[in-house]
T-cell receptor
């Protein structure tokens, strides 16, 4: 069964450093997403991406964040200058694009646990 | 504002007994509702969804959920719990009209503990 994969599984970085989290969505999916879950809190939407552009983003997704689909398989989340409060589990998800994606199930990867020191 | 409430932090059930994990929602338009399960050190696994049609939806691993519009609820149920069902369960809603076309809004999660 196809799965969303994410690398690395864990990342430790120093405050102010740039990090890139990588995801390989399910191959025939066209919508891609990033969510995050701060320890003990809810899973929060960050951004959705379709047709090589951001389709929606939350207020969390400020100028420090960017997403990219650099090739036909990878989808990345970049945090330019990490802050302590960026420490969280980051989940990538993907879905098909039927009906504009609204009805479609989002399939999640295993997550990258980011720790900012 | 759109929101999802899971009123129980933890549900304890004996193996073989029926289980219910509660979820209520608040949206402006017609909700699209989802249940996900998270096992330790794993991602969110899709269980089932309600988009339209029959209020009772069946999903993976013998789980089902009933959409109740008047009570704005979407409780997850299983007739006979297994120890292996022990995990963290998340309810989520999508409200394309006003909550964002693609984003899922998650509840806080309910930890299900099934005891032998």
């Amino acid at each position: 069964e196809p799965e969303v994969t994410q690398t690395p599984s864990h990342q430790v970085t120093q405050m102010g450093q740039e990090v890139i989290l990588r995801c390989v969505p399910i191959s025939n999916h066209l919508y891609f997403y990033w969510y995050r879950q701060i320890l003990g809190q809810k899973v929060e939407f960050l951004v959705s991406f379709y047709n090589n552009e951001i389709s929606e983003k939350s207020e969390i997704f400020d100028d420090q964040f960017s997403v990219e689909r650099p090739d036909g398989s990878n989808f990345t989340l970049k945090i330019r200058s990490t802050k302590l409060e960026d420490s969280a589990m980051y989940f990538c998800a993907s879905s098909e694009a039927l009906n504009g994606g609204a009805f479609e199930t989002q399939y999640f990867g295993p997550g990258t646990r980011l720790l900012v020191l | 504002a759109q929101s999802v409430a899971q009123p129980e932090d933890q549900v304890n059930v004996a193996e073989g007994n029926p289980l219910t994990v509660k979820c209520t929602y608040s949206v402006s338009g017609n909700p699209y509702l989802f249940w996900y399960v998270q096992y330790p050190n794993r991602g969110l696994q899709f269980l089932l969804k309600y988009i339209t049609g029959d209020n009772l939806v069946k999903g993976s691993y013998g789980f089902e959920a009933e959409f109740n519009k008047s009570q704005t609820s979407f409780h997850l149920k299983k007739p006979s719990a297994l120890v292996s069902d022990s995990a963290l369960y998340f309810c989520a809603v999508r409200d394309p009209l006003s909550g964002g076309y693609n984003k899922l809004i998650f509840g806080a999660g309910t930890r299900l503990a099934v005891h032998p």
